[in-house]
C-alpha cells in the first residue's frame, strides 16, 4: 500500500508560479504522475515520471510551462507550474503505478491516489 499526500495549492493570479508537492509513504511503483480535474469536467493526465529513470511527459496544453521532478530520497515528486491560466484551475492529483511505460498517460492504470489539491487562477 502506497499512501500519497500533496500540498502546495492555493489561490494565484494569471501568470503567477506554484508548485506542488507529493509524498510517498513508500516507493513500490513506477510511475507517479500528476492528474487535474476541473469543475464540471472529467480528471485528466497532466504530467509524469519514471521513478527510476526519471523521463518525463507531459499533455500538451502544459509541456511549456510545467516541470515535473522527483527527490526520491525524500520520496517525493513535485509539479513546477508556471505562468499559470484560468483554465488551469482544478484539483490536482498525484498518483503511483505499477504500470508498464506504455500506460503512463492512462488514469486507470494508476493504483495509488492522493486526495487532492485545489489550484484556482484568477485574477
Known amino acids: 500500500q502506497v499512501q500519497l499526500v500533496e500540498s502546495g495549492g492555493g489561490l494565484v493570479q494569471p501568470g503567477s508560479n506554484l508548485r506542488l508537492s507529493c509524498v510517498a509513504s513508500?516507493?513500490?511503483?513506477?510511475?507517479m504522475g500528476w492528474f487535474r480535474q476541473a469543475p464540471g469536467k472529467e480528471r485528466e493526465f497532466v504530467a509524469a515520471?519514471?521513478?527510476?529513470?526519471?523521463?518525463?511527459y507531459y499533455t500538451d496544453s502544459v509541456k511549456d510551462r510545467f516541470t515535473i521532478s522527483k527527490d526520491r530520497a525524500k520520496k517525493e515528486v513535485y509539479l513546477q507550474m508556471n505562468n499559470l491560466q484560468p483554465e488551469d484551475t482544478a484539483v490536482y492529483y498525484c498518483?503511483?503505478?505499477?504500470?508498464?511505460?506504455?500506460?503512463?498517460?492512462?488514469?486507470?492504470?494508476?493504483?495509488?491516489w492522493g486526495q487532492g489539491t485545489q489550484v484556482t487562477v484568477s485574477s
Open positions: 515520471i519514471t521513478w527510476n529513470g526519471g523521463n518525463t
Open positions: 498518483a503511483a503505478s505499477q504500470g508498464v511505460l506504455s500506460t503512463i498517460r492512462q488514469q486507470e492504470i494508476y493504483r495509488y
Open positions: 513508500s516507493t513500490t511503483f513506477r510511475h
